[in-house]
């Protein structure tokens, strides 16, 4: 529904709430911050939640862009061999 400032803070809740899915929550608050245009807010989210998991393929593409955006061309390339490491290209 591209509705991702109502959605930004329905993730916000969840987060805020005990036992929630921190992880998941955190992504799809990453994606939406990501479409807002507060790209370093969306950084900051995406590095949190892949710190502990391995996260979807397309998260990690998403940190990559982010990473590359900021001028963190080494964390970028990291984030390219966790993705190859996956098995994508």
């Known amino acids: 529904l591209e509705r991702f400032a109502q959605a930004t803070e329905a993730f916000r809740h969840v987060l ?7 992880i998941p929550a ?27 998991t391995p996260g979807p393929s397309g998260a990690l593409e998403l940190l990559i862009r982010l990473l590359e955006e900021s001028g963190r061309n080494e964390d970028a390339q990291r984030a390219r061999l966790r993705l190859a490491g996956r098995g994508q290209p």
């Open 26 to 52: 955190q992504l799809n608050l990453a994606v939406c911050l990501y479409n807002l245009g507060r790209r370093a807010e969306a950084l900051s989210e995406l590095e949190s939640a892949l710190a502990e």
């Open 16 to 22: 805020a709430m005990p036992g929630g899915e921190r």
